[in-house]
Nanobody, 126 residues
Framework: VQLQACGGGLVQAGGSLRLSCPAS????????AGWFRQAPGKEREFVAV????????SFADSVKGRFTIQRDSAKNTVHLQMNSLKPEDTAAYYC????????????????????WGQGTLVTVSS
């Protein structure tokens, strides 16, 4: 499956953005979707995951309550809705997919994902 993250941009603190990750070459509904981010000079870190088959989403503590994952099966796309953005959310955001499924509350390592989109840059100004 091929992924292509998009929707990044410049936003003021407190604002919102919705990132999109359309998939081709496979049904995204049969893949677990993950979002990761990488700030300059830092390691790529887990943000959110939603397992296929109706799994409940899990979120990193730093974004819990502000970010949500939405699936649009008709468009074969997964969205990351980001609200109440903070300057520390500034990073390149990557979507990823795997056929594995994870328990709620489990934060999968990036190595658990087989397919990656290119990053989309999110910049939050203070």
């Amino acid at each position: 499956v091929q992924l292509q993250a998009c929707g990044g941009g410049l936003v003021q603190a407190g604002g919102s953005l919705r990132l999109s990750c359309p998939a081709s070459g496979g049904r995204f509904s049969l893949y677990t979707a993950g979002w990761f981010r990488q700030a300059p000079g830092k390691e790529r870190e887990f943000v959110a995951v939603n397992s296929w088959g109706g799994g409940i989403s899990s979120f990193a503590d730093s974004v819990k309550g502000r970010f949500t994952i939405q699936r649009d099966s008709a468009k074969n796309t997964v969205h990351l809705q980001m609200n109440s953005l903070k300057p520390e959310d500034t990073a390149a955001y990557y979507c990823a997919a795997t056929r594995s499924r994870f328990s709620t509350g489990y934060y999968p390592n990036r190595n658990r994902f087989d397919y990656w989109g290119q990053g989309t840059l999110v910049t939050v100004s203070s």
